[in-house]
T-cell receptor, first 114, second 113 residues
Framework: DVKVTQSSRYLVKRTGEKVFLECVQD?????MFWYRQDPGLGLRLIYF???????EKGDIPEGYSVSREKKERFSLILESASTNQTSMYLC?????????????FGQGTRLTVV | KNQVEQSPQSLIILEGKNCTLQ??????????LRWYKQDTGRGPVSLTI?????NTKSNGRYTATLDADTKQSSLHITASQLSDSASYIC????????????FGSGTRLLVRP
């Protein structure tokens, strides 16, 4: 079974803190993604990576950065957390290939910025 | 306006009853459509995938339909169980260089005993 593991289920951080969200997958997938999920808005893509050290901006990259130093690990960084970044964050991975490949999701990290 | 619209936003049904969830999309060009189930506090898990040429696909008590002409899909749940309580998300893959996933905002289903 594919496993995508996010380091924390729940996080509470203060405004202005630098926040790291970690994601690890164990299936040697090339593609990794970070989404945020807010009520009524669905999942929105923040950043994705299709190879080690490669990254591409998604739909809402402002206020975020990412790091992919190893194939299995994709980190999301909030440079200076703000209250409007309170959200559920979901990491996903998928193998390279055609559009029919499935994205596998982690269990999510619920981040609250106070 | 969202490119993938789902209805209803939420739904409550009694255990054992059937229900149908709707998904309308405007994504173009279209590659495929997936339905995901997301249990509370968990990540989404894929239920079905349909490409342009497929108009129905089943996975146990879940049956998805697709009308690529009208750009509509539905997910029918038969003989609902308490464990069906979850959010159901319609996801359309755009056929471009990155095969971008476009997510609907989901339908939250509650199955009551």
């Amino acid at each position: 079974d594919v496993k995508v593991t996010q380091s924390s289920r729940y996080l509470v951080k203060r405004t202005g803190e630098k926040v790291f969200l970690e994601c690890v997958q164990d299936m040697d997938h090339e593609n990794m993604f970070w989404y945020r999920q807010d009520p009524g808005l669905g999942l929105r893509l923040i950043y994705f990576s299709y190879d080690v050290k490669m990254k591409e901006k998604g739909d809402i990259p402002e206020g975020y950065s990412v790091s992919r130093e190893k194939k299995e690990r994709f980190s999301l960084i909030l440079e200076s957390a703000s209250t409007n970044q309170t959200s559920m964050y979901l990491c996903a991975s998928s193998p390279a290939g055609t559009s029919d490949t499935e994205a596998f999701f982690g269990q999510g990290t619920r981040l609250t910025v106070v | 306006k969202n490119q993938v619209e789902q209805s209803p936003q939420s739904l409550i049904i009694l255990e054992g009853k059937n229900c149908t969830l709707q998904c309308n999309y405007t994504v173009s060009p279209f590659s495929n459509l997936r339905w995901y189930k997301q249990d509370t506090g968990r990540g989404p898990v894929s239920l079905t995938i349909m490409t342009f040429s497929e108009n129905t696909k089943s996975n146990g008590r879940y049956t998805a339909t697709l009308d690529a002409d009208t750009k509509q899909s539905s997910l029918h749940i038969t003989a609902s169980q308490l464990s069906d309580s979850a959010s159901y998300i319609c996801v359309v893959t755009k056929m471009d260089s990155s095969y971008k996933l476009i997510f609907g905002s989901g339908t939250r289903l509650l199955v009551r005993p």
